[in-house]
Nanobody
Framework: QVQLAEYGGGLVQPGSSLKLSCTAS????????LAWFRQAPGKEREFVAG???????YYSDSVKDRFTISRDSGANVLYLDMKNLKSEDTSVYYC????????????????WGQGTQVTVSS
C-alpha cells in the first residue's frame, strides 16, 4: 500500500518561491499519473499540476508559467516548484496518485497525502 507525505509548506510573502516535496513509501508504478491539488477554506479541491509517466506535464491556467511539477523516480519523490507566489495561492496542497492514468478530477485519484499548508501573505 502506497503512502504519500508532503513537505515544504510555510508562510511566504507575495512574489516569493517555495518548493514542495511529496515522498512515497511503497511502490509507485511507472504507469501511474501523479498530481498536485490544492484546497482553500470553503472551496473545492482543485487540480494544480500533473505528470504523466511519459513526462508530459499539465497545469491549471492559474499556475501555468509559475509552477513546475517534476519527479525524482529513483528517490520516489514528486516536487512542485512554485515561483512568484500570490495571495490566491494560499491553500493546503496535496499530492495524489491516479492508478488509471491522466485525470484532473479529484475523485478519480486513489492515494492522497495529508497535505501541507502554503500561506502567501505580506
Amino acid at each position: 500500500q502506497v503512502q504519500l507525505a508532503e513537505y515544504g509548506g510555510g508562510l511566504v510573502q507575495p512574489g516569493s518561491s517555495l518548493k514542495l516535496s511529496c515522498t512515497a513509501s511503497g511502490r509507485v508504478y511507472s504507469s501511474h499519473f501523479l498530481a498536485w491539488f490544492r484546497q482553500a477554506p470553503g472551496k473545492e479541491r482543485e487540480f494544480v499540476a500533473g505528470l504523466r509517466p511519459s513526462g508530459n506535464r499539465y497545469y491549471s491556467d492559474s499556475v501555468k508559467d509559475r509552477f513546475t511539477i517534476s519527479r525524482d523516480s529513483g528517490a520516489n519523490v514528486l516536487y512542485l516548484d512554485m515561483k512568484n507566489l500570490k495571495s490566491e495561492d494560499t491553500s493546503v496542497y496535496y499530492c495524489a496518485i491516479a492508478r488509471r492514468g491522466y485525470s484532473r478530477i479529484s475523485k478519480e485519484f486513489d492515494v492522497w497525502g495529508q497535505g501541507t499548508q502554503v500561506t502567501v501573505s505580506s
